[in-house]
């Protein structure tokens, strides 16, 4: 048992030292997003990887220079088959790369739906700290500690700079066209009309703040159904 430990140490003393030196001590699999591993082992260090940059700034100029709403961000780059990074593992000395996605039943059968964007992973990747050229190895929700909570148990994560993707400002317009913001004012949410405008089925019509557009519409209550309900076509 002490030798196995003494071992793990060893390695992990390691693996710091190459994180101090700036190399990358990790798998290929885990660099970050708009970089890759290039080299081999004692040789691995991280370069940019030009079509996930390319993924990115995309993004960017879709979301601060045109002002494009997050949904529609993620739509038009889902259809133009810009997806997330796919599964990646080495075999051979060569990285591939493998299908990934949810599994699905469909008519009896699994199928693979391709992993695409949604808001969410598009908030989650594009403000993340390593677009900056600056990443922390070594302290993730992974990483060993004495106790849940505790201190590490092999030493304090280490810093790796990189070349950037996104400059300081850049990345802060970024972060603000994808903040998610608390509800508007009670003044901007009043409703005059809500429940006065009789519908054609029958029910009325009542007041609803659309989030993407950022205005204030009325909708029929006979669209609100339950399981197993047609809504109606007003």
Not at 168 to 180: D, G, S
Request: hydrophobic share 35%; aromatic share 8%; glycine share 12%.
């Amino acid at each position: 048992a002490f030798q196995k430990k003494s071992l793990v140490r060893t390695m992990a003393n390691g693996a710091h030292g190459k994180a101090r030196d700036g190399r990358w001590p990790s798998s290929n699999a885990s660099a970050p997003w708009c970089f890759k591993v290039e080299g081999v082992k004692r040789e691995a260090r991280l370069v940019e990887d030009h079509h996930e940059r390319a993924i990115a700034e995309l993004a960017a100029r879709l979301l601060v220079d045109e002002a494009t709403p997050p949904g529609e961000v993620c739509a038009l780059m889902n259809a133009q088959g810009k997806l997330p990074r796919p599964q990646r593992v080495r075999q051979g000395g060569e990285v591939i790369e493998l299908p990934s996605g949810k599994r699905k039943r469909r008519g009896g059968t699994t199928v693979l739906v391709p992993l695409e964007w949604n808001v969410h992973r598009l908030r989650l990747y594009m403000t993340k700290e390593s677009l900056l050229g600056r990443i922390v190895w070594g302290g993730g929700r992974f990483a060993v500690r004495y106790y849940p909570g505790g201190p590490l148990k092999y030493g304090e994560p280490v810093v790796i700079q990189a070349e950037p993707v996104f400059t300081p400002e850049r990345f802060e317009q970024i972060r603000q066209a994808l903040t998610v913001f608390g509800p508007r004012e009670e003044a901007e949410r009043t409703y005059p009309w809500s429940g006065r405008i009789a519908s054609a089925c029958g029910k009325a019509y009542v007041g609803t703040y659309r989030v993407a557009r950022g205005i204030r519409a009325y909708k029929c209550q006979g669209k609100r159904t339950r399981a197993g309900q047609r809504a109606c076509g007003c």
